[in-house]
């Protein structure tokens, strides 16, 4: 039996914290989603194509044997009732795909939340590890004391918040401008006369 290959442990919590984010997702569906998500997924595969290719030409052909044997077929050509039975079929098809969709977006958005702690916490250790760069060619008595701007800035951690107030208001000026664009009146076309 081979043994797990051991990680080192800050690589480790990571896989633990996605494994335990799946797993809470799993936990928080409710039976019928579950449920929901199994056919979805048996629906996607290629033997569901094929077994309606297969039904839609076993109803056709059933019908076709009745016609010729002179029998009244089941469904006439063209086949409403087999019509309305796949436009049955993709309108549930359609809520099935929608709600298990919802249910992967939801898992998605914890997942871009966690990928989003990772980068701030990159960055903040990116920051520090300047920080003690800085210090250290400070400190260092053979290399030359100069002022270097760009790292003293680098080496300070982005506060997110106020990133993300920074973003607020540049969509909130753009929203302005693209709002004002639409209000002003074109003047390249034909004055009235």
């Given amino acids: 039996m081979a043994q797990p290959r051991l990680l080192p442990a800050h690589i480790e919590d990571t896989v633990e914290a996605l494994v335990q984010l799946h ?14 998500d199994r056919l979805t997924a048996r629906a996607g595969r290629p033997r569901s194509l094929v077994l309606i290719t297969a039904v839609v030409v ?15 077929p089941l469904d006439e050509p063209p086949f409403f009732w087999l019509q309305g039975a796949i436009a049955l079929a993709a309108l549930y098809m359609t809520v099935l795909v929608l709600t298990t969709q919802r249910r992967e977006d939801e898992l998605a958005t914890r997942r871009e939340q966690l990928t989003l702690q990772l980068a701030i916490l990159s960055e903040q250790k990116a920051a520090k590890i300047i920080s003690l760069i800085e210090e250290l060619r400070q400190d260092h008595p053979g290399i030359r004391n ?48």
Wanted: hydrophobic share 45%.
């Fill in 23 to 36: 797993a809470e997702h799993h936990k928080r569906a409710t039976r019928f989603q579950r449920w929901v």
């Fill in 58 to 72: 076993a109803w056709a052909a059933l019908n076709f044997g009745f016609i010729l044997a002179g029998a009244e």
């Fill in 146 to 193: 100069r002022s270097d701007h760009e790292a003293t800035a680098m080496s300070t951690a982005a506060d997110p918040h106020s990133v993300l107030e920074v973003i607020r208001d540049r969509h909130e000026a753009l929203d302005v401008e693209e709002a004002a664009a639409q209000v002003k009146p074109d003047l390249t076309s034909n004055p009235p006369t």
